[in-house]
Each structure stands twice: as structure tokens, then as C-alpha cells.
């Protein structure tokens, strides 16, 4: 069974700090992975997506992978009220299939 | 450009009756993907055309749900003899390459609810 782990949270961080979103998955063989934002009642939005070990850094938006320890994870620095969100983690196993965690409730307090 | 765009937006309908929902993917997209999203969990796999081809329909959660998708670009989902089960927002992605790995771009649902 492919599994896709997240912490429902909520997460809740002060405007301006760090907020931390972490992901784990139980299949090695997976390729890509992906973070999705969704505000309530609308569709997911693609924040970030990274296929390598390592850092990937897209304005406020870090994506960390680690594929020894089958974890991957999203810093959001500056955090704004507007970040308040649910974070969903996708992770992709090169072919069809993409699987999603439950999501993150992220919110950010002014 | 028009992102993915999703119809109706809402469609509440008697257990029994059949459904059609529809989904135009973004331009040139080869993939088109839909799923089901119950309330707080994650989007979960129905089926994936590759053009006009269904190559996975493993996610389809029984043979009431039937997807086409006839010239490789408008798809459509059908629920047949819905159920109160059936009631959830249902995705339709795109995405420009053949597998799952490239990233996928949303549209808006539709929010399925039966009475």
C-alpha cells in the first residue's frame, strides 16, 4: 500500500515565523513530489514540486526532500495571514498514480 | 491562458438519478486525471486518460462511475444510480506531459451532493 503521511494539524504560527509542513511515504520507489495549497472550498494550487534530493528554494517557499528517510517537507518563512491554508503533499510513483496525504491546516495569526 | 475549467460547479441530484460532470482541460494537455475529495481528506485517484486513451481506471470506486474521454481533450464523468456515498467535490487535472510525475494543474470541482 502506497501511503502518503501528513499531520493534520492545525498548524498554527504567528504572522512573520517559520511555519514547517512535514510528509512522509512508504514507497522508495517514488519519483516526484509535489505541494499543493488549498483554500476552503476551492481547488489545490501548486506551490512547489522537486524530484531531488536536497533544498529547492522558490521565493518565501522551501521544499526539502530527503529520499533515505522518505520524508519531504515545506518551510514557508515570513508566513503571511494569507498562507492560511490546507497544505497537501502529492507524491508521484512515475507512472499513473499520484497519491495524496490528508493534508495540513496551516493558519497563520496576525 | 484558460486554466482547467470544471462543470457544473455544484449539482445536487436525487439517489438514483444519473450524473454527468464535465472537465476541458488547459490546451495541448495530454493527461487528464479525476478525483474524488471527501470533506478534510486528500483528492483520491479515479482514473487517468493519456489522450483519448483510459490507461487506469483503478480508482473508480465502483461500475456505477464510468469516465470518457472521446477525442483526447473534453472529458466527461458519469455516475450512474448515485448514491448518498457518491456526494464529495470531484477533480479534474491536467498536465502538458504523459506521466504522473509532471505536475498536475486543478480545476475548480464540482460539488456533488445527494439527497
Known amino acids: 500500500q502506497k501511503e502518503v503521511e501528513q499531520n493534520s494539524g492545525p498548524l498554527s504560527v504567528p504572522e512573520g515565523a517559520i511555519a514547517s509542513l512535514n510528509c512522509t511515504y512508504s514507497?522508495?520507489?517514488?519519483?516526484?513530489f509535489f505541494w499543493y495549497r488549498q483554500y476552503s472550498g476551492k481547488s489545490p494550487e501548486l506551490i512547489m514540486f522537486i524530484y531531488s534530493n536536497g533544498d529547492k528554494e522558490d521565493g518565501r517557499f522551501t521544499a526539502q526532500l530527503n529520499k533515505a528517510s522518505q520524508y519531504v517537507s515545506l518551510l514557508i518563512r515570513d508566513s503571511q495571514p494569507s498562507d492560511s491554508a490546507t497544505y497537501l503533499c502529492?507524491?508521484?510513483?512515475?507512472?499513473?498514480?499520484?497519491?495524496f496525504g490528508a493534508g495540513t491546516r496551516l493558519t497563520v495569526k496576525p | 491562458g484558460a486554466g482547467v475549467s470544471q462543470s457544473p460547479r455544484y449539482k445536487v441530484a436525487k439517489r438514483g438519478q444519473d450524473v454527468a460532470l464535465r472537465c476541458d482541460p488547459i490546451s495541448g494537455h495530454v493527461s487528464l486525471f479525476w478525483y474524488q475529495q471527501a470533506l478534510g481528506q486528500g483528492p483520491e485517484f479515479l482514473t487517468y486518460?493519456?489522450?483519448?486513451?483510459?490507461?487506469?481506471k483503478s480508482g473508480l470506486p465502483s461500475d456505477r462511475f464510468f469516465a470518457e474521454r472521446p477525442e483526447g481533450s473534453v472529458s466527461t464523468l458519469k455516475i450512474q444510480r448515485t448514491q448518498q456515498e457518491d456526494s464529495a467535490v470531484y477533480l479534474c487535472?491536467?498536465?502538458?506531459?504523459?506521466?504522473?510525475?509532471?505536475?498536475?494543474?486543478f480545476g475548480d470541482g464540482t460539488r456533488l451532493s445527494i439527497l
Open positions: 514507497d522508495r520507489g517514488s519519483q516526484s
Open positions: 502529492a507524491v508521484s510513483y512515475n507512472n499513473n498514480d499520484m497519491r
Open positions: 487535472a491536467s498536465s502538458l506531459g504523459q506521466y504522473s510525475n509532471q505536475p498536475q494543474h
Open positions: 486518460f493519456q489522450n483519448e486513451a483510459q490507461l487506469d
